[in-house]
Nanobody
Framework: VQLQASGGGLVQAGGSLRLSCAAS????????LGWFRQAPGKESTFVAF???????????EYADSVKGRFTISRDNAKNTMYLQMNSLEPEDTAIYHC????????????????WGQGTLVTVSS
């Protein structure tokens, strides 16, 4: 399975963007999916996670810095994951990567075994 992120761009503070992560070469149905970001000169950090679809639906997790502003979702029929980002702040400027895992700590990049290339988000003040 290959992942490809898209949807990044330049936006003013307070604006919105929606990132997409499309999978090809297989299904993402059995993978938990996450977003990480890496700001200039900083290490990659966890942003959000969405679980596989269970009988009661999915659960989601967010970094404290994005709670209430970002929403992660998945559409298994389209083999795609999304990150809706609202009320963007200059501190959200980073390269955003999507990733997939099949177990482990969803907040640790080391748990993810599939990665897409990054998409750059730039938020101007």
């Amino acid at each position: 399975v290959q992942l490809q992120a898209s949807g990044g761009g330049l936006v003013q503070a307070g604006g919105s963007l929606r990132l997409s992560c499309a999978a090809s070469g297989g299904t993402i149905r059995n993978y938990g999916l996450g977003w990480f970001r890496q700001a200039p000169g900083k290490e990659s950090t966890f942003v959000a996670f969405v679980s596989t679809l269970g009988w009661s639906g999915v659960w989601t997790e967010y970094a404290d810095s994005v709670k209430g502003r970002f929403t992660i979702s998945r559409d298994n029929a389209k083999n795609t994951m999304y990150l809706q980002m609202n009320s963007l702040e200059p501190e959200d400027t980073a390269i955003y990567h999507c990733a997939a895992l099949q177990g482990g700590d969803s907040h640790s990049r080391h748990s993810y075994n599939l990665w897409g290339q990054g998409t750059l988000v730039t938020v101007s003040s």
